[in-house]
């Protein structure tokens, strides 16, 4: 009797077990019935975390106990608690989420290689949505720059006033100092600064991510200033075959197309486009304020779902661009001995990327990821050519380990660097970087989570000097969840930049004598930068109201200038500090938005401080936007820059230009019209830009629009 009661107990347990380690089939859809991939599942008090496939599918193997408590959460949709039922393992249990439009926090962010969402993140991140990209798309669809140029504490600076050529600036630092990254990859540095925010057109792009301030620990050297983002569109669960079209006064012309399908094993993306633009003078002094241009984009992107848990990814850029700016007369092939100036630029780019995920268990993963290219540019001016090819690579394996409390990213990658000149120069350039990195995230509790990272890296310059040492790149970042409505970052860390020749000072020259830079003279570039935030956001009824108050500061030790053809590191540093003020207000289908710029940016070189040329220390941005969703858009937008300093010690005039545009949606396409600079606030209303004489003519610094009031209009089409 004992043993038969031992055996039913013992039976009893198992089979209790057994039930208790059962299969849920988890299909997780929009309330349209599409799959969402990439939801996180988290079981409630556990740390055990799953993620679904592309089909949407979570298989989830463990205690399956009717009344706990599963929490769902996805960008875009709000996260909702799910209680497990009673059902049996075979049936596939289908749970609908509700969109949740306008909770910006639930943004997943791909810069912190963790695809965390935002609110999560003690690293104070910026998202320019698919929607607002849309909506910049049809203002300047050919390339970014504009996108760039109207969001807080980041500007453009022009460095060529006929060939237009300009560098992206973050709080008043130089060009080089920011990182602009393509999907999680560098493909747009050295020789190509002054040409890429030009040939990156919006219309492939899901979304931009801005970080400010040193981001070094997972990116390495150059991130100093900051570093840019761009994420492209991956496939749907619908086809998507999208084509702009566009038309502006300034002669120019923008054909955009993008295509994206997705299978069950197999998906691609197309993105390609047509550029063109006619030499234009609208000031009427005989040189070029936009280049005669014409360029051409293909990128291709292939992806693969090998199973649930290995995804992978293949791309290629291609652009091909021709840009000649300089003497109207000349441009236009009628060149004699007194119009003679041209700036002519021939590049293309090449490039290949590659990227292979696996989800080891519920709670790690790991990436690999490789980038290699050649960046090739012809510069020809009188009586000069500077031509070369560029070769860079980036290969990178991390590792994730992500519970709930706690998740560490680690990993090591390798960036290499070549110039190769060709001929009439004395520049010639290669570096190649090791790095390794670690980083932790911990949620103390509800309200405080800290992340602290360590970066070590060893370059190699082929040149002759000593190697340039191992540099040690700690960073910190605090954030504080003080209620429902509030929260605040705070941060810093080290960054480093090693020393280029392709710097702004460089690019304005058109590279016409510059020697190599000699690793035996020339230090490192090392900075520190600490930033602080208070996030303010509430729901007043309809009203919605969110403002952020940003505080930055970084110093940068022994810059290099450029003088005389020679490179050298300043005796001194240079330092940027200020604020950022961004507030937001909507109510239906109005929204509001004024941010503003404070940046005091100077030099302390040799026991003489003064400000840092061609930095505005005030910049006012102001728009505002009705929207019908799907069928109309109306926005009119301000800027103000103020005075700043140029580098003849002369001081540059304070410009508010403004902006119209109207667009009307159906459902396979809209049209819109678009007009920048109604004011026509243009340099050349200030004064001549330059001196000498037309066959040899000096150029001012360029700190206000040249181009002056220009109208787009153009036509959006959906065919699937």
């Known amino acids: 009797m004992m043993v038969r009661t031992s055996l039913l107990i013992f039976t009893f347990f198992i089979t209790s077990f057994v039930r208790a380690q059962s299969l849920l089939n988890i299909a997780v859809k929009d309330r349209d019935g599409a799959a969402l991939p990439a939801v996180n599942l988290v079981v409630k008090g556990t740390d055990k975390v799953l993620s679904a496939d592309s089909n949407g599918i979570i298989n989830y193997t463990g205690p399956v106990i009717p009344g706990s ?36 926090d639930e943004v997943i962010v791909n810069s912190t290689r963790n695809n965390g969402l935002i609110k999560n993140i003690p690293t104070r991140i910026e998202i320019l949505s698919a929607e607002e990209l849309d909506e910049k798309s049809t203002m300047k669809p050919g390339d970014i720059k504009m996108l760039l140029n109207e969001s807080t504490g980041i500007s453009t600076q022009q460095t060529s006033p006929v060939s237009s050529t300009a560098d992206i600036r973050i709080q008043g630092l ?12 560098p493909l747009y540095t050295g020789l190509s600064g002054g040409l890429s925010i030009l040939q990156i057109a919006p219309l492939d792009l899901k979304q ?42 300034a002669k120019g012309l923008d054909a955009n197309s993008f295509y994206s399908q997705k299978g069950k094993k197999q998906g691609v993306t197309v993105f390609g486009s047509y550029n063109r633009n006619g030499a234009y003078d609208p000031a009427g002094i005989g040189f070029t304020a936009i280049p005669k241009t014409e360029r051409v984009t293909l990128n291709p992107k292939l992806f693969f779902y090998i199973n649930e848990k290995t995804t992978a990814w293949v791309g290629i850029n291609t652009s091909f661009e021709r840009r000649l700016g300089g003497d109207m007369i000349a441009v236009k092939g009628r060149a004699d001995s007194l119009h003679q100036y041209f700036e002519q630029n021939k590049t293309s780019r090449i490039s290949v990327q590659s990227s292979l995920s696996h989800r080891i268990n519920t709670f790690s993963s790991f990436n690999i990821k490789n980038s290699a290219g050649v960046f090739s540019r012809d510069i020809n001016v009188p009586g000069f050519s500077f031509t070369g090819r560029q070769v860079s690579s980036f290969s990178e394996f991390n590792y994730i380990n992500k519970k709930t409390r706690s998740e560490w990213i680690m990993g090591l990658n390798e960036w290499t660097e070549k110039f190769m000149p060709r001929k009439n120069t004395l520049l010639s350039y290669e570096l190649s970087t090791l790095g390794a990195f670690v980083q932790n995230t911990f ?12 970066r070590a890296d060893k370059n190699f310059p082929a040149s002759r000097g000593r190697p340039a040492g191992i540099f040690i790149l700690p960073r ?26 392709f710097i702004e000072d460089a690019e304005k020259t058109a590279f016409q004598n510059i020697n190599s830079i000699d690793f035996a003279a020339i230090e490192a570039e090392q900075s520190y930068g600490l930033n ?27 810059p290099i200038l450029l003088q005389s053809n020679l490179f050298f590191n300043a005796s001194g540093f240079t330092d940027t500090k200020g604020s950022e003020t961004n507030i937001k207000i909507s109510k239906d289908e109005l929204a509001f938005y004024l941010g503003y710029t404070y940046t005091d940016a100077q030099q302390h070189f040799a026991g003489n401080v003064t400000p840092q040329p061609l930095s505005a220390r005030h910049r006012i941005n ?88 220009v109208v787009n209009a153009g036509v959006k089409i959906r065919l699937l």
């Open 208 to 249: 931009v991510e801005y970080i400010k301030g040193s981001a070094s620990t997972l990116y390495g050297g150059g991130a100093i200033a900051g570093l840019i983002n761009l994420v492209t569109k991956t496939p749907g669960p619908k086809p998507e075959l999208n084509f702009l079209v566009n038309v502006n006064s």
């Open 174 to 185: 130089d060009g080089r100092y920011t990182q602009i990254l393509k999907d999680g990859m």
């Open 476 to 501: 910190i970042n605090f954030l504080f969840r003080i209620n429902n409505a509030l929260t605040s970052r705070i941060g810093g860390g080290l960054g480093y930049k090693m020393p280029t020749p």
């Open 532 to 558: 602080a935030d208070i996030n303010y956001r509430k729901h007043f009824d309809e009203i919605k109201l969110s403002i952020n108050q940003f505080f930055f500061y970084t110093r940068l030790n022994d």
């Open 622 to 709: 102001a728009d505002i936007t009705y929207e019908i969703e799907n069928r109309f858009r109306f926005g009119a937008e301000g800027y103000y820059t103020g005075s700043q300093l140029l580098s003849d010690e002369t001081t540059g005039h304070s410009y508010i230009i403004f902006g119209l545009l109207v667009q009307k949606m159906w459902k396979r396409f809209s049209v819109f019209v678009n007009a920048e600079n109604l004011t026509d606030r243009r340099q050349t209303r200030f004064g001549s830009i330059w001196s000498g004489t037309v066959a040899h003519p000096m150029f001012d610094d360029i700190y206000a629009p040249l181009d002056g009031a």
């Open 69 to 104: 408590i599963f929490l769902l959460s996805h960008t875009g949709f709000k996260t909702i608690e799910w209680v497990i039922p009673q059902t049996g393992s075979s049936e596939v249990i289908e749970i609908f989420m509700d969109r949740d439009e306008d909770d910006l």
């Open 443 to 454: 949620k103390i509790n509800n309200w405080f989570t800290a992340e602290s990272g360590l």
